[in-house]
């Protein structure tokens, strides 16, 4: 709950109060629009005050001629990593369509709103993990004389894990299975020299492997 919250409850907040907080907003970021970072910073107010006041926030914004940001709530990253899961449980780029099915965080509408398109979705995110690749190789050469044991961090995140299941035909390694053709096989990403014996986490040294696989080749190491 915001602080001012607590000292001003909802009841106690007349609408006139509510909007002149929405029109001080507006001035401050100088837009029309209020994203949800922008109304988070700079309101006295919560969310929930104007829901109750108004029944929408959308509706208390209408009353000054205001409206909300397309990505309200929902950044950037969040779209492109919601793509990612969708293509891993699909085995293969995603049509618009399946932005609809149950496992999608965000439906093909609100890819459309937010990138004008949903072609224009796949370009961002193929951009977006190119730049994973480059980013990732350039900081190996900046590295190299470096005379540490790990040059990379253990961690792989989320851009490089759909680089290499997309490379691995989002397939196990070892047994074959895929998301794509059974809804209960979970893939991960593992180090083939692990990162603890000076594996290091880059392209070379990763491999998809099922959640079984990946127990059972821990059990060996």
Not at 78 to 105: A, C, F, R
Not at 140 to 158: D, F, G, P, Q, Y
Not at 165 to 174: A, E, S, V, W
Not at 188 to 200: M, Q, S, Y
């Amino acid at each position: 709950m915001n602080k001012y919250d607590v000292k001003l409850p909802v009841l106690k907040l007349s609408n006139e109060e509510l909007l002149s907080n929405l029109k001080e907003v507006s001035e401050k970021v100088g837009k029309s629009a209020i994203s949800r970072k922008d109304f988070d910073k700079y309101s006295k107010y919560s969310y929930t005050s104007y829901r109750n006041h108004f029944g929408s926030f959308k509706k208390a914004l209408a009353k000054l001629n205001l409206s909300r940001t397309r990505n309200w709530g929902t950044s950037e990253e969040e779209y492109l990593e919601n793509i990612k899961d969708i293509w891993v449980l699909t085995g293969g780029q995603p049509k618009y369509k399946d932005m609809d099915i149950p496992e999608s965080k965000h439906s093909s509408v609100s890819y459309r709103h937010y990138f004008g398109s949903w072609t224009n979705a796949l370009k961002k995110f193929t951009s977006f993990i190119d730049k994973e690749v480059i980013c990732n190789n350039e900081t190996l050469k900046l590295k190299k004389e470096i005379a540490e044991r790990h040059k990379t961090s253990r961690n792989i995140n989320w851009r490089l894990r759909f680089i290499v299941m997309k490379r691995d035909n989002f397939k196990c390694k070892i047994c074959g299975r895929s998301p794509g053709k059974d809804n209960n096989v979970i893939l991960h990403v593992d180090h083939k020299i692990a990162w603890t014996n000076g594996g290091e986490t880059v392209l070379e040294n990763l491999e998809t492997l099922c959640s079984i696989c990946n127990i059972g080749k821990s059990n060996k190491e």
